[in-house]
Structure formats: C-alpha cells, structure tokens
C-alpha cells in the first residue's frame, strides 16, 4: 500500500510511494505525531537524481525488517532537497560543523522540536569502511533516546543555538572594488589547474560561475590571462566525457580531473549555465568550439528536459538499466568497442574508437567507455562529414537503450536560468526557435508559479503548483531571465514582471544591514533562517538577487533597487580575495557595478542590426532595451525621449551617469560595447 508521499508533486517523493517505510512529507503534522508518539524524527534529504540516494533506499527502505523497525521507533520525513533547499540548507549546515563533511542522502534526526542531534549520509545494509550499518544507528539513537533524553535535548539546544548565531551582516559596508577583483583574478590563477583547466582537483566541477567573472573581467580590463583561463576550460571540458559527445549537454561533474569519467546525472542548471556561459565565450571569441556547444546544449535542453506545459525538467538520472536488465550508472551512455562494431562496421568502428577514446580495457568500469574527444586538435584533422555521419548513427543506436528517468518537476530558479540561456543563444545565433522556448518558459512561470499574487512557489508538476515556497534563489534566478528576455525581445511586460519579483525581493528578503535571506521573513519559521553568499551548484540566491537588481535599476533608474544591489554586495569585498571559486557569480555581478553597467537604449526594430550589435557587446553586464514607436517608452524607461536619427534605427550608450552622443552606426556602437 503506498504511503503518504504518493499524494506529492515531488518525482523523488513519489519514488519512495511504495516503500514500506510509513513516511511522512515534510510538515507541521509530522512533528506534532512525533511529539504525541514520544518519538524522534528521522529526517531523509535527498533528490530524485541521487545515485547514492537509490543506493540506501534500495538496501534500506525497501527492506522490511528496517522498515517495520522505524516505523516503530520513529517518524520518518522524507525531503526532496530541490523542493526545500531552506530543509536542507539548515541541516547540511548542522551536518557540515558536526562531521566536518556532507552529501547526499543526508540522514539526520530530530527532536519533535525539529532540532537534530544525530547527523550522517549514506549508512549501509551492513557494516563496511568503518562506517556502522544503518540498522546499529537506528538502535543507537534509539538507546540514545530511551535512556539519555537529557543529554540528547542538550546537544540539540547546543546545536541550535550554535547555528543561530551563524547571521552574516552584509560583509562590511566596501563595495567590492579594482583591487578586490584583482586579488580575486590572482587566487584564481593558484588554483587554475594548466594541464586539465578548472579549478582544483577530482572531483572537478564545471565552474560555470567563475568563468561568467573571467569572460566579464577580461572584457572590463583586457587581461588576458582571464580570458586564458576561461578558454581552455571550457575547451577541455567540451573534449571530455563529461560532455555527451553524442547528444549534447553536460553530466555534473568529474570524477577525476582530466574531466574524462563524468558522474552521469545531468541538470538542468548546469546545462542552462554552461550553455550561457559558451555562448558568452563565442561572442568574446568567436570560437567555433564555443558556438557548437553553446547550441547542441540548448538544444538537449529543449528535446529532452522539454515538458508538455513548455517548463524545464530538473534533471535525468545517472541510472538506467543495461543489456542485461541490471540498472547501473552510466548504461545509457557508455560504448565498448565490440558495440561500436555492432553499429558502424568494422572500419567506421576503428575510426571511432580513435576519435571518442573507447579502449579494450575501458576508461569506466566492465570495459566500457565514456566518449570524449581523445587527442587535441582531432576536430580539425578529422573529415567533419565523417565524425557527422558516425555521431549520428551511434546516436540513433543510442536512442533504442533504456533510457535514464527524468525528474520532471519545474524548478523556478533553473528555469530562470534556462530562460536567460535560451533567449540569448537564439539571438546570438539567429535562432528564434530558442527565444521561443524561452518565453513559453516564462510564460509558465508566470500562469502558475507566480499565480495571481506576484509570489513565486519553488515547483510545479504538470502545470500544478507545488506547495512550497519561493526562496532567494528562484526569485534572483527567474528576474534574471525575465530581464534577458526583456533585452532579447523587446517586450517591456518581463522587465515589468521583474520588477514585480524583485520588489518582493526588497520587501521580504532584506535584513537591516543589506544582506540578504534565503527565505522570506513570512516563510516557514525553521530553526534557522538559511543565508548563504557562496555559490553551490548555482548562483548564491544572495548575488543572482543582487544582479538582478543591478539590471533593474540600470532599466529603470530605480534608486532603491540600485541601492539595494550595493548594499548585498559587500559580502564579496569580503569573500571575493580569499575565496573567489565560492563566490563567482558575485565577482560577476562586481563586475558589472564597475563597469556601471552600460545602458543601452536602441530606438529601431526589433532583432535589427543594431539591437543585434547590442546583445553582442561584451560590456560586464549591460542592459540593452530595443523598440520604435510611440509606445516604445511605455514598454522600456530607457527609451523614452530617445527619438531615432535622421529616421534612422539609433542607438544611445549611457553609463555612470553619462551619455555618449547616440549612433546609428553598428560599427561605432559595437566599439561603445566592445568593455
């Protein structure tokens, strides 16, 4: 019999429907059973791409004797991390100061207060590696319980109380400056990994912020070793088996730092970011690399993270089943060269075992391979018609595998980051498809996650909105692509629903000294209020806020929002120095407020050329507003009284207060962009 969970949006919930664990969602009701049973609470946290998340609910959750154990001793709560990143923000913290490590799963319990005590990850059917079996902890802390209440409600207090005094103020009242982000430049390049690219060692993640901040600094101040930097990351990762060399799009991350074996799941975030952030390289480069990947991304965006309501999936999973029915990480994408031979022919399967790297012995486990481009320089020497013709095949055999499941919930925030990627791809590349994909996303966002109210929720499920709320993230992330398809487009209603967003923002999301919350100050009271500066997986909600705000306030001269950027970004004068890779997409934002950011008004067409030349200028941050008109200065505020030229399309470049002599010229306008 299913259990509560059945009756969630969450796809990760609803795995665990079936077990014969008796969980409950996360919710008041919970705690108030755990509080009339006398019991504990074992907190769950994990998300429906986890491998090792499968891995303990398989081995433990499924297991009968475990089940009827913690259905007896406690109340267990299962979280999908992606629905409540506040849950599992607050935890992982505790987590974090009590072991000095965290992950997922995370497995924590609780007093019916919801203060926790006990903290761990991934506990096994067994004991192993030193670690106790899930079963001895489950009686340890029921021990624990029984016979020591006093000193498990003491640690508890403890731990809360240490975590309540954790607030940051806004990082001091400097605005990050030159001498910041050079410092910042400088500790970057110590930790530049020259032979692999990317920062630091296995596991490798993409940096996808950092490098927004390199291409931006590199375009402020001409250096040269940013743009380096930049480069040959992002080469290296597009040649590596983290790179689908077959579909597009990126894995999240490697697992060693040749950036050759991938851990196989893959977000929609990363995705969305790197497909910018290519796209960005492209117009500082013109790379043929970069444009490729930047579109073969939006492109696996679109076919197979696409739902039926126009959102974006969360992610596919890393899991699916093999040949032989055995469902293991990786299967869907990894080939032997016996396989090869079975798709293309002996000489064709040769060829393309040189090209992808696929080896007797394997580069991944049981002999097999993950594709990556093998030896530098292979895409100039190889016959492009070829490797078309053998990349398309192998992808067709490809398609006939089981394929990994999709985590089809809408996350607001990665769909704002995906909306940012899509519009500026297509208008770089002249792909209107994208920008419509792009605002069909929007327009999601807005029928169901904003509703009639102007408040976020965090996800929705086949059009259905989810019952948890907005947190920083998705309201910095989803103004943010409202604001890039405000440029891209020429519709004045997304600068309009940004700035609906970010008043939320400077409503709710504020502390007294500037800094900013993770959660509205109206939003379920946890032991903590969470607030993190550092960038996870994505943008920090507290600097993709802060540059949301400092393109609004370049739109619309809003003092208030302008001033509210300033004041949130103290926090990377302090941190940019000392731990720039934790903190990119602040320098970015830093960047940006240096530069001004440029204000672009271009009084002409729609997508013409010299809006064109706008959204290819590299300047950090610029805001660009196009349309003709009489109702053009409705629609944007920096249109208004900036009439065209002789009749001609005419462009105006303001920054700091000051104002070029307008332009109809392309050429002079893309020298006023050019940073």
């Known amino acids: ?78 979280v999908d991390r992606e629905e409540r990143p506040d849950v599992d923000a607050v935890y992982m913290e505790a987590v974090q100061a009590a072991t000095g490590q965290g992950g997922w799963p995370m497995t924590v319990f609780l007093t019916a207060d919801a203060e926790p005590f006990y903290f761990g990850t991934y506990f096994p059917p067994e004991p192993r590696h030193g670690m106790p079996s899930f079963q001895q902890v489950l009686e340890g802390v029921v021990a624990a319980w029984t016979d020591r209440r006093e000193e498990v409600a003491e640690v508890a207090g403890r731990i809360v109380r240490d975590l309540a005094g954790r607030s940051l103020a806004a990082g001091g009242t400097e605005l990050p400056g030159e001498p910041d982000l050079a410092q910042a430049l400088l500790r970057l390049t110590r930790d530049y990994d020259e032979k692999h690219g990317g920062f630091g060692g296995a596991p490798k993640f993409p940096p996808s912020m950092v490098i927004e901040f390199l291409l931006r600094h590199h375009a402020r101040t001409g250096a040269e070793g940013a743009l380096q930097m930049a480069a040959d990351s992002c080469a290296a990762m597009a040649h590596g088996g983290i790179y689908d060399q ?117 580069t991944f486990e049981e002999g097999s391979s993950v594709l990556r481009l093998a030896r530098d320089g292979q895409e ?21 595998r089981t394929r990994p499941e999709r985590d089809d919930k809408i996350v607001a925030a990665w769909n704002g980051l995906a909306i940012a990627a899509l519009a500026e791809a297509g208008a770089y590349f002249d792909r209107p498809d994208l920008v419509e994909r792009a605002t069909e996303a929007a327009d999601l966002l807005v029928r169901v996650h904003m509703g009639d109210v102007a408040r976020l929720c965090r996800t929705s499920r086949d059009g259905r909105a989810g019952d948890n709320s907005g947190v920083l993230e998705d309201y910095g992330d989803v103004a943010e692509g409202f604001l890039a398809l405000a440029s891209v487009t020429g519709e004045g209603v997304w600068l309009e629903f940004a700035g609906f967003l970010l008043d939320i923002v400077l409503a709710h999301f504020r502390g007294e000294h500037g800094e900013l919350f993770d959660t509205a100050d109206d939003a379920e009271q946890l032991i903590r209020r969470p607030q993190d500066p550092t960038d996870s997986a994505t943008p920090a909600g507290w600097t993709a806020a802060a540059g949301a705000l400092l393109s609004y306030a370049a739109h619309t001269g809003s003092e208030a929002h302008r001033s509210a950027a300033e004041g949130a970004l103290g926090i990377v004068a302090a941190l940019g120095p000392k731990a720039p890779r934790f903190i990119g997409w602040g320098l970015a934002v830093a960047e940006a407020l240096l530069d001004g950011p440029r204000e672009v008004a271009v009084a002409g067409p729609v997508a013409g050329e010299l809006h064109r030349t706008a959204l290819l ?31 001609e399309p005419t462009a105006y470049v303001c920054r700091h207060f000051v104002c070029d002599a307008p332009t109809t010229d392309a050429g002079e306008l893309a020298v006023k962009l050019g940073g």
């Not at 040949?323 to 060269?337: D, L, M, S």
């Open 380 to 400: 100039q020497d190889a016959d492009p018609a070829r490797v078309a013709d053998v990349r398309a095949r192998l992808l067709a055999a490809r398609e006939l």
């Open 1 to 78: 019999m299913a259990n509560r969970l059945a009756q969630t949006t969450s796809p990760y919930l609803r795995q665990h429907a079936d077990n014969p664990v008796d969980w409950w969602p996360w919710s008041p009701e919970a705690f108030e059973e755990a509080r009339r049973r006398g019991v504990p609470v074992l907190l769950s946290v994990g998300y429906a791409s986890c491998h090792w998340c499968h891995v303990m609910a398989h081995e433990s959750f499924e297991d009968t004797t475990v089940a009827d154990y913690l259905n007896a001793h406690f109340v267990p709560v299962k």
């Open 617 to 647: 200028g590299s300047a950090p941050g610029a805001v660009v507003a196009a349309g003709e008109g009489p109702d053009a200065g409705a629609e944007f505020p920096l249109l208004v009284d900036r009439p065209q030229v002789g009749g």
């Open 246 to 362: 077959l579909g597009g799009g990126f894995a999240r991350y490697s697992v060693d730092r040749e950036w050759v074996v991938p851990h196989f799941e893959k977000m929609l975030y990363d995705n969305a970011l790197l497909c910018r952030v290519y796209a960005h390289l492209w117009r500082a480069t013109g790379s043929d690399l970069a444009r490729r990947v930047a579109l073969e991304t939006a492109d696996f965006m679109v076919r197979e993270l696409r739902t039926a309501e126009g959102g974006f999936a969360s992610a596919l999973d890393a899991d699916s089943e093999d040949a032989q029915g055995r469902h293991v990480e990786g299967a869907f994408y990894v080939w032997t060269p016996a396989q090869l031979r079975e798709v293309l022919g002996e000489e064709d399967a040769a060829f393309a075992a040189g090209y992808f790297g696929v080896t007797e012995e394997g």
